[in-house]
């Protein structure tokens, strides 16, 4: 099939009100839009300014209403509680609406926050709908986090309520939730009103009187008593949900997401991009606490019709590195997207893929990958073992969906393996230099797209438009700066190399480093120190701490460095995997006192290094390379 890729998009480039107006066809709207962008409105202008409508009721009530109540909408696996479930439409508008009564007998309203606070369960996709039906603005925070992450968050956002469940389930060990939250709740200076717990069989968590709802006996009760609550009418500019992103800062980004544009372009994509039809099963082996999880776990998919899947477990261990050959075949799964990560982990325990002798994925058309660069090893490997066409493709917690792709649906372009293909319709993407100007093909530079940003992405940064400026917008102007930089060639294929702030990709999770330095510096020896990502085979990056101690210190390093590991898994959550923290006498700095961060990132890596013309004293390089030798890295 020859793809209509250039054709699509050069329609979109000739006229992109109108392809859009095109998509947004594909929406149950309670007011349909009559203007499609307002360039005024807001901080770069807004999509679909005077339309109304309701996520919820798209994602759920108008696929029963067109005779798909007794299709699956959720399949539940968990490997770790030895658990399936399966939901129809049906079932779901049912379970959504009931906890949707249930809320806002607890005081929740339009417009007010809700933080959702849950392992991979199908009640946490239940809580984000909730929220939509009755136009609360749902914040997840995913499971790994620690209490102070999550309180930062529940500052921000200022919710009325926080929906929680007993405890996570991670190999081996259980992670109970609610002390977290309790703790949490403790450090904020918001307290929310109530929070709505389930108790899990796994673990049963101590409730506070008054605070505190059984979640079971709510729905229960709302149920017994015909409560159903119905969808409300928003504008479509009004936000459905903040999902909080590491920043340069220990102070995260709350993205915001409206509801029009995100339903137009996310219906969009799973035809075009992923090349799904109504009715078909579509995973996202991510989790609900990370973009991939809100867009393609949830959203995506129920709003096109398909079924959706929410695994409890992991690549590998949950028993082997069979379990998603095993997901695939039991529910005749069409399309995978998950992390690199994940591949590499089955990679590394199962090179030879002798799991997949075990079973049939038939059904199987392609494999997508995003978070982090797909390295083109693992890429290749996934071909071989799958037989199918994998597909890396490149989008940001900010864009909400993909910028840079390979549009299955619109007839594949040809695959070349360590670029991600080509621009998205509403992506008008550029390589600048730091003068913001186009730099050649084949030449490396700063990724931005130019302004407005195409429906789905982020509008602003919650109660905070400065900031959205500030961070993204100012510094290429008509921009927007992605923070990524790469190249084109001259085939048009982008490449997408790396960030160009402190921010690492840890597993296909994005931590900022300057957040772990935050923590670090907390404690009470440490008088300096520099947090850096250095590469590792299996999550791609993990992070590295250099600290200088105070001098009169006289604790052995090896301890304190146990401690700064320890603080910060319990400041920023196991999530961060900080494992390595490595006492050095100096760190390496310019003469106007910055530290040399990428050239310490190049002797971890074992890249070549020269130091700096401007270095301060070129002897504590060999220091740095010294202690990471000791230290073994
Ligand atoms: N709740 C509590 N803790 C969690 C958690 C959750 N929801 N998710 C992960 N963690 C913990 C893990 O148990 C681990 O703790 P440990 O240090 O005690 O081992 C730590 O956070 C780091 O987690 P992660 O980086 O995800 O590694 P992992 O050990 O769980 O396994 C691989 C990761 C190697 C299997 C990886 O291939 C993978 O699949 N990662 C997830 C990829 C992903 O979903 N990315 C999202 C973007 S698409
Ligand atoms: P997140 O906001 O967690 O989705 O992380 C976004 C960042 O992950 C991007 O800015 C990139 O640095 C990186 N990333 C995501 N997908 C890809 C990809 N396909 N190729 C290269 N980098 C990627």
């Not at 790994?144 to 009325?160: H, N, V």
């Not at 300057?514 to 990056?541: F, T």
Request: hydrophobic share 45%; glycine share 8%; net charge negative.
């Amino acid at each position: 099939m020859t793809s209509r890729y250039r054709e699509v998009y050069a329609e979109w480039q000739k006229n992109p009100e109108n392809f859009w107006a095109q998509a947004a066809r594909e929406i149950d709207w309670i007011t349909p839009p009559t203007r499609i962008f307002d360039e005024k409105a807001g901080v770069y202008g807004h999509w679909f300014p005077d339309a109304e409508c309701n996520t919820c009721w798209n994602a759920v009530d108008r696929h029963v209403a067109g005779g798909r109540g007794a299709q699956d909408a959720v399949i539940y696996d968990s490997p770790m509680a030895g658990a399936k479930r399966r939901v129809t439409y049906g079932q779901l508008l049912d379970e959504v609406s009931t906890l949707a009564a249930v809320l806002r007998d607890m005081g929740v309203s339009k417009g007010d926050r809700v933080i959702v606070y849950m392992p991979m369960i199908p009640e946490a996709l239940f809580a984000m709908l909730a929220c939509a039906r009755i136009g609360a603005i749902h914040s997840v925070v995913f499971g790994g986090f620690a209490a102070k992450e999550l309180a930062t968050r529940i500052d921000d956002a200022a919710p009325k309520a926080v929906l929680t469940a007993s405890c996570g389930i991670e190999p081996g060990r259980l992670v109970p939730y609610k002390p977290l939250l309790d703790e949490a709740i403790r450090l904020a200076s918001v307290k929310p009103d109530a929070v709505l717990l389930l108790q899990r069989e796994q673990a049963e968590a101590s409730m506070i009187a008054g605070r505190d709802h059984d979640w079971a006996a709510c729905v229960e009760a709302a149920r017994a008593a015909g409560k159903r609550a119905d969808c409300v009418t928003l504008k479509a500019t009004d936000p459905l949900y903040v999902l909080y992103t590491s920043g340069t800062t220990g102070i995260p980004k709350g993205v915001v997401r409206d509801n029009g544009g995100h339903m137009v372009a996310l219906k969009w994509t799973m035809k075009n991009l992923y090349g799904i039809d109504p009715g078909e099963v579509f995973w996202a082996a991510s989790d609900v606490g990370w973009v991939v999880g809100h867009s393609y776990i949830v959203y995506a998919p129920l709003l096109h019709g398909a079924t959706t899947v929410i695994y409890e477990g992991k690549p590998v261990g949950t028993p082997d590195a069979g379990a998603f050959w095993r997901m695939i075949e039991e529910y005749d799964i069409a399309a995978l997207f998950t992390a690199p990560t994940a591949f590499r982990a089955i990679k590394k325990e199962d090179p030879n893929a002798e799991h997949l002798k075990r079973y049939q994925l038939k059904s199987l058309r392609t494999l997508f990958l995003a978070g982090e660069r797909a390295d083109p090893d693992t890429v290749q490997w996934a071909e071989r073992i799958l037989g199918v066409p994998v597909i890396d493709h490149w989008w940001q917690t900010e864009t909400g969906w993909c910028i840079v792709g390979d549009p299955v649906g619109l007839g594949m372009l040809p695959i070349k393996h360590g670029s991600p293909t080509v621009p998205m319709p509403g992506y008008d993407v550029r390589i600048v230099d730091e003068a913001a100007q186009p730099v050649a093909d084949g030449k490396m530079g700063s990724i931005v797209i130019n302004l407005p940003l195409p429906p789905g992405a982020l509008p602003t940064l919650w109660k905070n438009d400065a900031r959205m400026f500030e961070s993204y917008l100012a510094e290429f102007p008509g921009y927007y700066k992605t923070a990524d930089a790469g190249y084109r060639d001259a085939d048009g294929y982008l490449y997408i190399m790396g960030r160009t702030d402190d921010i690492i990709n840890v597993a296909g999770h994005r931590l900022s480093t300057g957040g772990m330095e935050e923590v670090l510096a907390s404690h009470q020896d440490v008088a300096e120190c520099a947090v850096i990502g250095i590469k590792d085979a299996l999550k791609g990056e993990q992070p590295c701490g250099f600290v200088v101690l105070k001098s009169g210190v006289t604790r052995e390093p090896a301890l304190i460095e146990k401690e700064l590991v320890a603080l910060v898994r319990d400041k920023i959550g196991p999530v961060a995997a900080f494992k390595i923290a490595v006492t050095v006498a100096r760190l390496p700095k310019t003469r106007s006192g910055k530290i040399l961060r990428g050239t310490m990132k190049k002797i971890a890596d074992g890249d070549e290094w020269t130091a700096p013309a401007t270095i301060d004293d070129p002897a504590i390089l060999d220091e740095i390379q010294a202690s990471l030798k000791a230290k073994g890295v």
